[in-house]
């Protein structure tokens, strides 16, 4: 059982939003940064949103983030065949010592 | 264009010991922490341990408290993972990161390599 709740699985048409959840407490999300990274099958995660919201540079505008209190969202908007993959959330844990991940949310373009 | 080239990884027996390398390019390696974590494949992602920019200062998972050592030499822009006591729940494609930021002990990872396959079994 993960340090940080997601949804297992989102869905969406060509076009529509998705909205990912992600729930903590206040040792993770509550007192630190949330990050969100990107897994296509087969390949390494590539960091998509840090620090609650921002995106690096090459990510498109599509995607957006936000924190609130102990939970954070990732929203894609006009999905993509492209955007089939598992998202993670991320933050670094005061109890821990360490960062803790949520298991993850596959997104799967109906 | 920053490169992570993950090596070392390979079948182990259980009880064995390995040591994991990153090689690092295409930015100041001295001026960024950097991370290992690790994926059950098929599963989702774990954290394994952080080290400081200068190495003075490590992290790691309880899973791995004790038997894990992170390492890195700035003089060669490498970081390492030593393993020890490896069992079955060790198996796991292990990736270097790196920081997003100079300086910083918990900024995301904005940078990852291709992984390396560790399989600990008989």
């Known amino acids: 059982q993960s340090v940080l709740t997601q949804p297992p699985s989102a869905s969406g048409a060509p076009g529509q939003r998705v909205t990912i959840s992600c729930s903590g407490s206040?040792?993770?999300?509550?007192?630190?940064?949330v990050n969100w990274y990107q897994q296509v099958p087969g390949t390494a995660p590539k960091l998509l949103i840090y620090?609650?919201?921002q995106r690096p540079s090459g990510i498109p505008d599509r995607f957006s983030a936000s924190k609130s209190g102990t939970s954070a969202s990732l929203a894609i908007s006009g999905l993509q065949s492209e955007d089939e993959a598992d998202y993670y959330c991320?933050?670094?844990?005061?109890?821990?010592?360490?960062?803790?991940f949520g298991l993850g949310t596959n997104v799967a373009i109906l | 264009e920053v490169q992570l080239v993950e090596s070392g990884g390979t079948v182990v027996q259980p009880g064995g010991s390995l040591r994991l390398s990153c090689a690092a390019s295409?930015?100041?390696?001295?001026?960024?922490?950097m991370e290992w974590v690790r994926q059950v494949p098929g599963k989702t992602l774990e954290w394994v341990s952080l080290?400081?920019?200068?190495?003075?200062?490590?992290y790691y998972a309880g899973s791995v408290e004790g038997r894990f050592t992170i390492s890195r030499d700035n003089s060669r822009n490498s970081l390492y993972l030593h393993m020890r006591s490896l069992t079955s729940e060790d198996t796991a494609i292990y990736y270097c990161?790196?920081?997003?930021?100079?300086?910083?002990?918990?900024?995301?990872?904005?940078?990852w390599g291709q992984g390396t396959l560790v399989t600990v079994s008989s």
């Open positions: 990161t790196k920081a997003a930021r100079q300086l910083s002990l918990r900024a995301a990872a904005d940078s």
């Open positions: 295409g930015f100041k390696f001295e001026s960024y922490s």
């Open positions: 080290i400081s920019w200068g190495g003075l200062t490590t």
């Open positions: 206040s040792s993770n999300i509550g007192s630190n940064n």
């Open positions: 620090t609650n919201d």
């Open positions: 991320a933050a670094w844990d005061d109890s821990l010592n360490g960062f803790v």
